[in-house]
């Protein structure tokens, strides 16, 4: 039980760091990107890439994480950009081709086979009789001072108030002469790189491959509709809770691990319907 | 004229809100627009401010310049500010954050920014720490007042400030706007007509889109006119 636990906490990690990225573009652009899965693969396969050459796993994360901000400001200024304001549908549109278009550079660059990678740790510790990955715990701790660091942000900061403001009334904060595109221009790209940080903290645990971001996107979907869009401590509980759905619903029987994540999706979406 | 409207179109769709308004304010007068709701008020109110497209021919100069579909912030940094309808503060911050953002454009210091609020409304003092959300709608309507004045703006376009409101707040929102009177100059969406006659310098009247009437609000217009017709 406890593997089962430190498991769905992992799982509640990586799909937090993932999603927070995307709630803010959903709360504050209403622009459902797929983009951000796109983003996430780019992330595994940086890392992939360097973590030979270099040889030092974290330096390797942060080549990783922060390669990618180059790729998500292009993606922001051509194609994000353009899509404010527009239906929910045509940024699906718009986002998915971005994915499918990156998707293909991936797979010309480094195949469509899926690539190993080791647990960059390899230490186990034994706790309560049961023996965990100390990466897995690493991702865990990872998770949670990014939520504080978010916190932090958000609350301490004038960026971070722009923010809050932005995602509850854009028109308020323009009137106030705030240019809150900026802002959101800067949460777009600080969630990107928070998106690769998410992809590059999975590979070891899974294998790399072009379609690993469509996957996680799905469940980022999910914990961003759960938790309330734009609403980053929502994320963070909706996070770790279908996390740990999915851990436990695994242990019993596999198959069901993503149905019960959706289930509890459509459960959520009657009780509180959406209006993007 | 400090503000200066002319032909002014608004189009939603293919459906014209707005046909060839002419507004003017002068420099610290206090005008007022009347109107029944969907005459087109806050139409004008919102594409003079940016946040709704002018007509191609529209014409709006602030301060001598031409600002027709500019940025909205771009305009509220020129010194025009619009206070919303509906008392839109930002409710998940505390009041003293609601006041700290409207200044952090201007440069203004947070502490000056709060003084200033305090000053035209010392009652805000005691709320300064708990969430606008939890403020009464004339608390929030005279916060956004203050709030709009940081940076010392030149026009203030408030729209509706008494709707909804007990008339005990109704009173304190008069005292408010005729202190401020002749400092700042006002263009006031407002439909209580005791309201308007007390603190108009002129009036503008609308109907299904269009200025029907203009007047300074001087005895002698006072006692010919027939605003009621309009609302």
Excluded at chain 1, 124 to 151: K, N, Q, S
């Amino acid at each position: 039980m406890i593997s089962v636990i430190a498991y769905g906490l992992t799982l509640g990690g990586i799909l937090y760091i993932i999603s927070i990225g995307f709630s803010f573009t959903f709360g504050t652009m209403k622009i459902v990107n797929y983009a951000h899965a796109l983003i996430f693969t780019i992330g595994g396969y940086i890392l992939y890439a360097t973590l030979p050459r270099i040889g030092f796993y974290p330096a390797a994360v942060l080549a990783a994480t922060l390669g990618v901000i180059p790729i998500a400001f292009i993606i922001e200024r051509f194609v994000i950009r353009n899509l404010y304001g527009e239906s929910v549908d045509l940024t699906i549109i718009a986002t998915y081709a971005v994915f499918l278009i990156g998707l293909d550079v991936l797979k010309w660059i480094w195949g469509s086979n899926p690539l190993q990678m080791s647990d960059p740790i390899n230490k186990t510790f034994t706790f309560l009789g049961t023996e965990l990955p100390v990466y897995r715990m690493a991702v865990i701790v990872i998770a949670l001072a990014l939520a504080i660091l978010i916190e932090i942000f958000l609350q301490r900061s004038m960026a971070g108030k722009i923010v809050i403001a932005g995602l509850e009334d854009k028109e308020t904060v323009r009137g106030l002469g705030i240019s809150v595109q900026r802002y959101f221009t800067m949460v777009f790209i600080i969630g990107s790189a928070l998106a690769a940080l998410g992809g590059v903290l999975y590979a070891p645990i899974t294998v790399v491959e072009p379609y690993m971001g469509f996957q996680i996107l799905m469940l980022s979907f999910a914990v961003v509709i759960v938790g309330g869009l734009g609403n980053w401590r929502g994320t963070f509980v909706a996070a770790f809770f279908l996390g740990m759905v999915m851990s436990v619903t695994g242990r019993w029987w596999g198959p069901a691990s993503e149905v019960a994540v959706f289930a509890i999706l459509a459960v959520s979406l009657l009780i509180h319907p959406i209006d993007i | 004229m400090l503000l200066e409207v002319e032909h002014l179109d608004v189009f939603y769709g293919k459906a014209q809100a707005v046909h060839s308004a002419a507004i003017g304010v002068k420099p610290g007068e206090m005008a007022f627009l009347v109107g029944r709701n969907g005459a087109g008020k806050t139409t004008i109110m919102r594409a003079i401010s940016g946040f709704t497209r002018a007509g191609a021919d529209s014409r709006i100069h602030f301060n001598g310049v031409d600002i027709a579909n500019h940025r909205p912030e771009e305009i509220a940094r020129s010194g025009l500010r619009y206070v919303f309808q509906d008392k839109r503060v930002i409710t998940k911050l505390t009041v003293r954050e609601n006041i700290h953002l409207a200044a952090y454009p201007f440069h203004v210091s947070p502490k000056a920014a709060v003084a200033k609020i305090c000053d035209i409304y010392p009652r805000i003092e005691k709320f300064l720490n708990i969430k606008a959300g939890g403020l009464s709608g004339g608390q929030r309507q005279l916060l956004l007042i203050g709030r709009a004045l940081i940076g010392n703006p030149k026009l203030l376009l408030i729209d509706e400030p008494t709707e909804g409101l007990a008339a005990g707040i109704i009173e304190d929102v008069f005292k408010v706007l005729s202190q401020l009177k002749g400092d700042v100059s006002m263009l006031i969406v407002e439909q209580n007509l005791d309201l308007v006659r007390r603190l108009a310098d002129r009036i503008y009247a609308m109907k299904e889109g269009r200025i029907m009437m203009e007047l300074d609000n001087s005895a002698d217009s006072r006692s010919g006119s027939n605003l009621e017709q309009f609302l």
